[in-house]
Nanobody, 115 residues
């Protein structure tokens, strides 16, 4: 079992920045991929970025200039750094981990971008 807890969501004005955290615990040695997804109101959940066990990363092309995924291995936390936020980035952001053939999700953290 893997437990994921997201934090860092907040209200921010357009152009602002946020850093989201995904704290991982449990059988984390089996995690092969950790990813951030988001779900805007009325829309399907969509991928944002992912990081592999070896540290390789991938980002959705339209977001890669503003969003960065990275990990602190000592703290077992995966971060999503977001800059120049736009109202279209408003969504619940979820952490996802794939471990030992299973998919795990956190509860999500709300990001609201508005003036």
């Amino acid at each position: 079992q893997v437990q994921l807890v997201e934090s860092g969501g907040a209200w921010v004005q357009p152009g602002g920045s946020l850093r989201l955290s995904c704290s991982t615990s449990g059988s984390i040695s089996g995690i092969s991929l950790t990813a951030w997804y988001r779900q805007a109101p009325g829309k399907q959940r969509e991928p944002v970025a992912a990081i592999g066990a070896g540290g390789s990363t991938s980002h959705v092309h339209s977001l890669k200039d503003r969003f960065t995924i990275f990990r602190d291995n000592d703290k077992n936390i995966v971060y999503l750094e977001m800059h120049n936020l736009e109202p279209e980035d408003t969504a619940v952001y979820y952490c996802n981990a794939y471990a030992d053939g299973n998919n795990y999700w956190g509860q999500g953290t709300q990001v609201t971008v508005s003036s």
